[in-house]
């Protein structure tokens, strides 16, 4: 190998990640290869963040803080929205809430929330170098957005997705 001035970069066991090598699926909804054409393919995502809710500690003179419940964020998924012969989206709208019949089902493992969602980033090969497990995901909001005759792009489908927790596998 030559030395190219990278440092640690340069060696075998490093690899610098690229933001558009991606694949994120949800069975029967997103990016699943296994259901063919009952899946809307992703466009854009983001990865999971979370935050930790403050537990305070008063001693006499100071107040000492400490990590306390992680808090895990909505992230944002914008799939491309084509012609189906049942829309996905929609499909697990219904699971929960079906708008023509006006019924609301009770959440639960099964009904609203998918057992997971993954998120693998690709190295140039196609190979996972990160992957991320969501544990019960379900849609915090859906837009099918906005229609436009002087724009020429792509009708597309955002979602917030909500989980109860997130790993990273190796």
């Not at 854009?44 to 100071?62: G, M, T, V, W, Y």
């Not at 491309?80 to 809430?97: A, V």
């Not at 609301?104 to 969602?117: H, L, T």
Request: charged letters at 25%; a negative charge; one cysteine or more.
């Amino acid at each position: 190998m030559i030395d190219m001035g990278l440092g640690p970069l340069g060696t075998d066991d490093v690899l610098i990640k690229r933001k558009y090598q991606w694949r994120f699926t949800i069975p029967d909804i997103v990016g699943d290869a296994k259901s063919g054409v009952n899946a809307l393919p992703p466009n854009k995502s983001a990865r999971p963040s979370l935050d930790f809710k403050e537990i305070e500690a008063q001693h006499l003179n100071e107040t000492v803080y400490f990590a306390g419940k992680p808090n895990w964020k909505p992230i944002s998924l914008v799939l491309y929205d084509l012609k189906r012969n049942e829309h996905p989206i929609f499909r697990w709208l219904k699971w929960q809430y079906d708008p023509q019949e006006g019924d609301w089902f009770a959440p639960g493992p099964g009904n609203w929330k998918r057992n997971e969602a993954t998120l693998e980033q690709l190295d140039g090969c196609g190979t996972t170098c990160e992957g991320w497990i969501f544990e019960n995901v379900w849609p915090q909001s859906i837009e099918w957005g906005e229609l436009d005759y002087g724009n020429s792009e792509y009708v597309t489908c955002d979602l917030q997705l909500r989980y109860d927790r997130a790993y990273l596998i190796e």
